[in-house]
């Protein structure tokens, strides 16, 4: 098996800093966008004595650029503008400062249009995705990197670029490809921790790893994953697989498997996706022989997994969990306004998303994962349109970006039930949601939590994510660590430049508590696993095989279902 190469790549670790784990929560389509903008130049054009203040500040700046003497420059952490050059050769450097000139003048005018709060946030959606495009790093006969290595391979740059282009048209929906598939393999290079299906149904398979310890803690840990893409996110690389490290502490991970759904499951809801996390919990009890379970959960999957907590905690069956660890996940759905695409839903993109899923059955991961590439077109977009079609490189191999493209499908009625989270925000309003005839009320819910966030995460903004650190009391633990979305999780130790933020959820305020918390250097894995060991029970010598007679093993890990496209 090839080993992955260009993980210290920064395309592709900015990339991976803001994808991933994409949140089924909001539905979009391009015509929300399409609205947006119209919205946008309909306001601009009520505004001309605004329109003509700012390109008569465009006019002289752009004078200044043509006679060189202008110091308009980059930002020095713009990538984009990173080759040297954009300052050496005259006409990429005026190119440079002719788009910044111009992108500030339309940023300003967007700023002062005096729209309402909502409007605001999606004019500057819509702007920023407007200018970012016409950026002249995304052009080939400007990019100096570019016309540099057309010169330097005499046209072969131009020729592969163009293959590229050509396959990515065929293969990925016109958009640039972010990763070079042909280093991956599930079940080799990733995913590859040994153990067993112990446990399958039509929802979920789940799967027992196998023990690295003579020891192990009796209380096991069930992880659950996001239904949006494969479980494997915590198991890519073993420098960087969350089970391993759980292995390597002496406890006993067991992980859920979703089945990726097609049009045959539309009719699964929250509620089934809840009945089939008490089979896991129930196997894997009954497998340890613990009576309870630790359980972790990250974005949707923290999602769920705490709809599982609320609806046992109404059966009165709340013992069957131990401590709760929820990842990245915003429960509180009116503290995600801030986030950049809550800026476009409406009850009737929801209503249109609905309608969507209803007549398809599903919702199918690779559109949502376009519409998030939009979101962020520099990182997810751009990037790879230069490397891969102007350098006419192969994009990266990077594990992580390879686990983003591997997406699943959502059945309609669970995509119903996440839209319909939106507008009735049950995890705050007690008894606004019910699973099997069971009302939700999560102030019955008492496990101790251990709440973690990414500090640059732009799909659940930790501040939202604070906020259902709150939910589950002032005593709730929460971290706060160096990265975004995926990659404040993926934290293994021994990165010398990851640190993290610890603290009890008691302050209201979330930049009170950043002032209050204790920043410290290193993963916070380490932090996890004392919280967790002081919460798994005795130490017994480890299983020698993975099930039991009531359970027995099914087949190897990572079982069949990761498989199903």
């Known amino acids: 098996m090839a080993k992955p190469e260009g993980e210290g790549n920064d395309l592709a670790r900015s990339a991976a800093e803001t994808t991933l784990a ?76 002719a788009w910044h000139a111009w992108a500030k003048a339309v940023n300003e005018t967007v700023e002062q249009l005096d729209l309402p709060d909502r409007d605001a946030a999606r004019a500057r959606l819509v702007s920023s995705i407007f200018v970012d495009a016409m950026a002249p790093s995304n052009n080939p006969m400007l990019n100096p990197a570019a016309l540099r290595k057309l010169y330097e391979t005499k046209g072969a740059s131009a020729l592969s670029g163009l293959q590229n282009l050509v396959e990515d048209v065929v293969k990925n929906g016109g958009l ?28 979920i398979e789940l799967i027992h790893y196998t023990a690295t310890t003579p020891d192990v803690r009796r209380r096991p840990i069930v992880i659950v994953p996001p239904q949006i893409n494969k479980y494997y996110a915590v198991d890519l690389a073993p420098s960087k697989s969350m089970v391993r490290f759980l292995l390597s502490q002496g406890f006993q991970p067991f992980c859920v498997s979703w089945r990726n759904p097609t049009a045959k499951q539309r009719d699964w809801t929250l509620q089934t996706y809840v009945e089939a996390l008490d089979k896991a919990v129930e196997a ?3 497998i340890t022989g613990a009576e309870a379970v630790n359980m ?3 974005c949707s999957g923290g999602i769920t997994l705490s709809s599982y907590a609320g609806w046992l905690a109404a059966k009165g069956e709340g013992e069957k969990i131990g401590a709760l660890i929820l990842a990245v996940c915003v429960l509180d759905t009116e503290a995600q306004t801030e986030s950049d695409m809550a800026q476009l839903v409406t009850p009737e ?33 751009w990037n790879y349109w230069v490397n891969n079609y102007l350098l006419g490189e192969s994009p990266p191999a990077f594990d992580v970006l390879f686990w983003n493209a591997d997406t699943t499908r959502l059945p309609a009625g669970l995509h119903h039930d996440f839209l319909d989270l939106i507008f009735t925000n049950p995890f705050v309003n007690p008894g606004a949601m019910s699973l099997g005839g069971h009302a939700i009320d999560m102030t019955k819910v008492r496990h101790e939590t251990y709440v973690i966030a990414g500090t640059t995460d732009h799909i659940t903004p930790w501040k939202a994510v604070y906020g259902t650190a709150r939910l589950f009391g002032p005593e709730t633990t929460f971290i706060l660590s160096n990265s975004g979305h995926l990659q404040s999780l993926l934290n293994p130790p021994g990165n010398p430049k990851a640190w993290y933020v610890k603290g009890k959820a008691g302050a ?49 890990a990572p079982g069949t279902y990761v498989f199903e496209p």
Request: zero cysteines; charged letters at 25%; hydrophobic letters at 45%.
């Open 22 to 97: 994409l949140n089924p929560i909001v539905g979009l389509r391009g015509e929300d966008l399409a609205a947006a903008g119209f919205n946008l130049m309909r306001s601009m054009a009520g505004r001309p004595d605004l329109l003509a203040k700012q390109w008569m500040g465009f006019a002289s700046a752009f004078a200044d650029i043509v006679l060189q003497r202008s110091e308009l420059a980059p930002d020095p952490k713009d990538r984009r503008f990173a080759d040297p050059g954009w300052g050496e050769n005259v006409a990429a450097k005026g190119a440079m400062q």
């Open 176 to 203: 640039p490809a972010s990763v070079d598939r042909s280093k991956f393999e599930v079940g080799g290079n990733l995913a590859n921790t040994p153990g067993a299906v112990v446990f399958r149904n039509e929802v």
């Open 284 to 286: 894997a009890r009954e």
């Open 296 to 298: 972790m959960g990250s």
């Open 349 to 381: 993109t929801v209503m249109a998303a609905k309608r969507m899923s209803e007549m398809r059955g599903v919702l199918d991961g690779q559109e949502l994962a376009k519409m998030f590439a939009w979101m962020r077109p520099n990182d997810l977009i």
């Open 508 to 556: 209201a305020d979330p930049e009170a508590w950043l002032e209050t918390g204790e920043k410290k250097a290193g993963s916070w894995w380490e932090d996890w696993a004392a919280f967790l060991g002081e919460r798994s029970g005795e130490t017994l010598p480890a299983p020698k095989l993975q099930g039991s007679k009531a359970h027995p093993v099914i087949g190897p």
